[in-house]
């Protein structure tokens, strides 16, 4: 008698779990039945056949992912994507609501490729899809915190500029710098705010009166292109909006990584706002009085490269940065830079410096490397052997390297500096 009674129990269970899975399966709902109640959208990329896809992006923001609806477009049909297709196949889905309830569509199969219109297949056929839903989607998958948060202020002011806020990537709250003097070797955030400074005041606003005090800077992807001097850049674009509480005191363009320096919100550079070549600019924001500033000046070219060496020797990096140019200082801001950052912490950050890397470093020869086709007065170059240990293999082993060094006149007065280390001419 229990044995037949379990026996009904377990049948009556199995049916119950087959029938509530036809059920889900008969009522999940097509595109076309809930594309009107969109609030999600999440992205797959495969990086090769065979695997599983990855989740790249989970926007969860209702009004930003209307926007991205809105650049999907109507959808019209289209025949199938080519048998020789070569770009991305990747998934996208879609999250809506249904009886109270979020619910994650099926993953529908989405074929793109940079700058042309995609596919994306439905349970009707394939759709075509303008292709700037996929020039604007790509970029979202650095900016995980993305969302329609937007200041109207902050819009209303890009918006006398001609550019468009298409989201917000990130707010600060920070300090700004106490002076934009740059001291001898130190980190050049001083320098990153002198210069956007300069585009600020391109727009009428100043940064000036409020050094060292705390602020508040919103990052903004703006929706249309930087102008065409920053190709092939222009949709690293990216605007930065720098307030005292309500009060908008500082705005530039921004193209994020690796070299972040743009132009003003009138599409203007640095040596059009100032009439200044960059080595003119820097000049008067650098403290020539600095004792180790004016014992660098005065080195010869080739002392100039011993001292960088000996100083990675001496575990002194402070040095070492001494005897590099502002220019490559400034790049240390945002090499390999987070996106969602406006620059880089410190010198160390995701190995943009590998200066910290070495352990020992000694200079075995110095020899003048003379290059015809680009000799310049303020410029020298030369072919350097130099023994290093490193801590750990990023780029190079331990032994004996060949580095081919660059020295700039960058100035004047600030003598000769380093420009460029590489491994080849």
């Known amino acids: 008698m229990r044995r037949g009674l379990s026996i009904s129990l377990a049948a009556v269970f199995i049916i119950l779990i087959l029938g509530g899975c036809q059920t889900r399966k008969e009522t999940a709902a097509t595109f076309n039945e809930f594309k009107d109640e969109i609030t999600g959208l999440e992205f797959y990329v495969t990086s090769q056949a065979g695997e599983e896809p990855r989740q790249a992006i989970n926007l969860v923001d209702k009004q930003l992912t209307q926007r ?39 993953q529908y199969p989405y074929w793109h490729q940079d700058n042309n219109p995609g596919y994306l297949k439905l349970e009707d056929g394939w759709r075509q899809v303008p292709a700037e839903f996929a020039a604007k989607l790509a970029p979202l998958a650095e900016y995980p915190d993305a969302s329609s948060d937007i200041d109207p202020a902050d819009a209303a002011f890009l918006k006398q500029y001609g550019w468009t806020v298409f989201y917000k990537i990130k707010s600060y709250n920070g300090r700004l710098p106490e002076r934009f003097i740059h001291e001898s070797g130190e980190y050049p955030v001083s320098l990153y705010y002198a210069y956007n400074n300069e ?70 550079r640095l040596e059009e706002i100032t009439g200044k070549t960059w080595g003119e600019w820097v000049d008067q924001y650098i403290d020539h009085d600095n004792p180790q500033e004016k014992l660098i000046s005065q080195m ?41 950052r406006l620059y880089n912490y410190s010198y160390a950050t995701n190995d943009a410096d590998e200066i910290n890397n070495i352990t020992r470093a000694k200079v075995i020869r110095i020899q003048p490397y ?33 580095r081919f060094i660059t020295l700039r006149r960058e100035t004047p007065t600030t003598g000769w500096r380093i420009d460029d280390i590489g491994t080849g001419p």
Not at 69 to 90: A, Q, V
Not at 242 to 247: H, T, Y
Not at 310 to 327: G, L, S, W, Y
């Open 68 to 106: 991205f609806l809105h650049l999907l477009g109507p959808l019209p049909k289209i025949d199938p994507p080519p048998k020789s297709w070569y770009g991305s196949k990747d998934y996208l889905a879609f999250k809506y609501i249904r009886n109270g309830e979020t619910i994650a569509s099926k």
């Open 300 to 340: 010869t070219p080739e002392k100039v490269i011993e001292t960088y060496y000996e100083a990675i020797d001496n575990k002194d990096p402070r040095t070492a940065h001494a005897t590099e140019t502002r220019r490559r200082l400034v790049s240390y801001l945002f090499r390999n830079m987070d996106n969602n």
């Open 199 to 268: 585009l600020s005041k391109d727009v009428g606003l100043d940064l000036s009166p409020y050094l060292g005090k705390s602020v508040t800077v919103n990052l903004y992807k703006i929706e249309e292109p930087l102008p065409a001097f920053m190709a092939p850049r222009q949709e690293a674009n990216r605007a930065v909006i720098v307030k005292d509480g309500p009060k908008i005191i500082g705005a530039w363009l921004d193209a994020g990584r690796h070299y972040a320096f743009a132009c003003s919100l009138k599409g203007r």
């Open 370 to 402: 003379h290059d015809p086709s680009s000799e310049q007065a303020d410029v020298k170059k030369y072919v350097v052997e130099v023994d290093i240990n490193v801590r750990r293999v990023i780029s190079y082993d331990s032994g004996r390297q060949i």
